[in-house]
């Protein structure tokens, strides 16, 4: 039997990958990728030539069954999403849940490395450990509920937004009466940014400064 090996990437700057994560890389029989071209640049980075296959949210069920057939043949094989860890609002997860129950004594190690959700909360400077995590939230069905959870409750909920939905997002926490909002914004890039205010100052800060609505964001609403 091989392994399966869940390796977690950068999320933006490539020096955010462990040795371990390098050594796993080199030594895979092949590499499943969310996006191949986001991998290959990692790989060029590290010298790393290797097998590149496509795995994404699309083709995640039917691609495992080829990642079982490769684990019964005793291959090594490695999954690594476009950034940060797979399974966290990434593919990954349905990978690993088929792999489980298909091959139930193999080999699955976890490779941890870099998340925008641990990468965020070591910097938001929260007094107490908890916090509920809902990665991104449902863009109709479900959202004002999720929403009205988020504003309720008694500990901080991170979210992950992209860049043409944080003013709506910004708008509806402002209607909801939220007092303190976080967002870490291109966490570990060039143009990182962390500020915290109200909903209200907070589309008033994106309103004076326009072009800081690119990139990639993470909120974290406080209680
Ligand atoms: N698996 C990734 C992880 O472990 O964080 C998350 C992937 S999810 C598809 C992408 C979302 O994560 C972005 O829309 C953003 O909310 C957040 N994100 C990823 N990279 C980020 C960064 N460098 N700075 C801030 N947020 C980031």
Redesign the pocket.
């Given at each position: 039997m091989g392994t399966l090996s869940i390796v977690?990437t950068p999320?933006?700057n490539l020096e955010d990958i462990t040795l371990r994560a390098l050594r796993v890389l080199k030594e895979a029989d092949v590499i499943y990728a969310e996006d191949t071209r986001v991998v290959a640049k990692l790989l060029a980075r590290y010298e790393i030539e290797k097998p590149v296959k496509r795995l994404d949210a699309v083709t995640e069920g039917k691609k495992a069954d080829e990642v079982v057939a490769r684990l019964e043949a005793g291959e090594r094989v490695a999954f690594v999403?476009?950034?940060?860890?797979?399974?966290?609002?990434?593919p990954g997860a349905r990978l690993v849940a088929a792999v489980r129950e298909q091959l139930p004594g193999v080999k699955i190690e976890a490779i941890p490395g870099?998340?925008?959700?641990t990468?965020?909360l070591s910097i938001a400077g929260l007094r107490d450990g908890a916090f509920t995590f809902l990665?991104?939230l449902p863009h109709k069905k479900g959202r004002q509920t999720e929403l009205k959870e988020a504003a309720e409750s008694e500990i901080p909920v991170v979210?992950?937004?992209?860049p043409h939905r944080i003013e709506k997002l910004l708008g509806e926490l402002a209607t909801l009466g939220l007092g303190r909002v976080s967002i870490?914004?291109?966490?570990?890039?060039l143009h990182?940014e962390f500020v915290a205010g109200s909903p209200q100052e907070l589309l008033e800060h994106f309103k004076t400064h326009p072009d800081r609505l690119r990139?990639?964001?993470?909120v974290i609403v406080e209680p």
């Open positions: 977690a999320i933006g999403s476009d950034a940060g860890t797979p399974g966290v609002s990434d870099p998340s925008a959700l990468a965020a990665g991104f979210l992950y937004e992209s870490a914004r291109e966490l570990t890039k990182e990139g990639e964001f993470v």
